[in-house]
Nanobody, 118 residues
Framework: QVQLVESGGGLVQPGGFLRLSCVVS????????MKWYRQAPGMEREFVAL????????HYADSVKARFTVSRDNAKNTVYLQMNNLKPEDTAMYYC???????????WGQGTQVTVSS
């Protein structure tokens, strides 16, 4: 069955950095658009970043532009989210998702917790 497994979360001080990873199995990874979302307690899940299947085009939420970088390694079936200059408001559970580039079902991972606090 399809699996998306996130890792790399943790507790970090404001201004610090983390690198999240999401390893995907049982999908033809290069054909899937990959996204990162996050959900803070009591809040709705929100889009963070996209790296597309075609040309690895990227797109970011305004709140993370210039601080976060999304990338993918098709040889490793892995998508990354490099998060720099972290702020307390970045605290959330971070999820990766996969959807085929022509549409269809969106697959989700279980999430990894990021906590930014001094």
């Amino acid at each position: 069955q399809v699996q998306l497994v996130e890792s790399g979360g943790g507790l970090v001080q404001p201004g610090g950095f983390l690198r999240l990873s999401c390893v995907v199995s049982k999908l033809t990874f290069p054909e899937f658009d990959m996204k990162w979302y996050r959900q803070a307690p009591g809040m709705e899940r929100e889009f963070v970043a996209l790296v597309a299947a075609v040309g690895s085009r990227t797109h970011y939420a305004d709140s993370v532009k210039a601080r976060f970088t999304v990338s993918r390694d098709n040889a490793k079936n892995t998508v990354y989210l490099q998060m720099n200059n972290l702020k307390p408001e970045d605290t959330a559970m971070y999820y990766c998702s996969a959807r085929h580039r022509i549409g269809g079902h969106e697959y989700w991972g279980q999430g990894t917790q990021v906590t930014v606090s001094s």
